[in-house]
């Protein structure tokens, strides 16, 4: 097995403890409690390892070969996180999205360091800081309904779509709201939702981020 795909076991090794911390938010409780590392070997385990290994192994034949397939992979595993905790109790932690963050900026630095790019971990690094502060003037002036979690989280994002370049920093943003404004639409077509629910942003921020990351 070559080292990109190697990645599809770090899914195995991870989906069940995404579970198990995914069922402790959902209750309320700390995060990372001593033995957080306890997995959770259930259905829920299951699927979610599932789907984990699939999302890696998509991003390791996407970009075998690329110096930014483990900052890929570390936005796939943590996002998988961050979008079950939202799906199922509408938080984002900021731990996790922080994890998110600290661990682009390394293995973006590192990547810079490998192929001679300054100059995209410099763009990466101020798209992230512009996304925040525009996404947290908009939060504070406009919407309620976007939470710091989403600002968070935007700003994350931001980093992995600036590195490729600024109009992939626009796609990703576009595909994101494409698919809020989508999943939003069904919901309440269905009324699974009311107008004034709250609604998980974070899926599409997330799922909009991969897809743009994933284009050619």
């Known amino acids: ?12 090794a991870c989906g069940p403890t995404l579970t198990a911390l995914t069922a402790r938010a959902a209750a309320g409780q700390p995060l990372f409690p001593p033995p957080w590392w306890r997995p959770n070997l259930s259905r829920e385990a299951f699927m979610t390892t599932s789907v984990l290994c699939a999302l890696l192994a998509l991003m390791s034949y996407r970009f075998a070969g690329s ?7 570390w936005l796939a595993i943590t996002g998988t996180q961050l979008v079950l905790i939202d799906l199922t109790c509408h938080r984002l932690p900021h731990a996790i999205t922080g994890a998110m963050f600290l661990g682009g900026l390394v293995l973006l630095g590192y990547a810079a360091l490998r192929v001679g790019g ?6 990466a690094v101020t798209a992230s800081g512009l996304l925040f502060a525009t996404m ?23 980093l992995y779509l600036g590195w490729v370049d600024w109009s992939r920093v626009v796609v990703g943003l576009l595909l994101a709201l494409l698919m809020a404004t ?3 639409t069904a919901l309440l077509a269905s009324r699974r939702i009311g ?16 897809i743009a990351l994933g284009l050619p």
């Open 67 to 73: 110096p930014l397939l483990p900052a890929v992979c």
């Open 118 to 123: 300054t100059s995209a971990f410099l763009r």
């Open 195 to 210: 107008p004034r629910d709250p609604f998980a942003i974070g899926p599409a921020i997330v799922g909009g981020t991969l």
């Open 136 to 158: 947290l003037a908009v939060a504070v002036l406009a919407s309620p309904m976007i939470g710091g979690g989403d600002v968070a989280l935007l700003g994350t994002v931001g």
């Open 182 to 184: 989508l999943a939003a």
């Open 1 to 12: 097995m070559s080292a990109e795909w190697s990645w599809t076991l770090v899914g195995i």
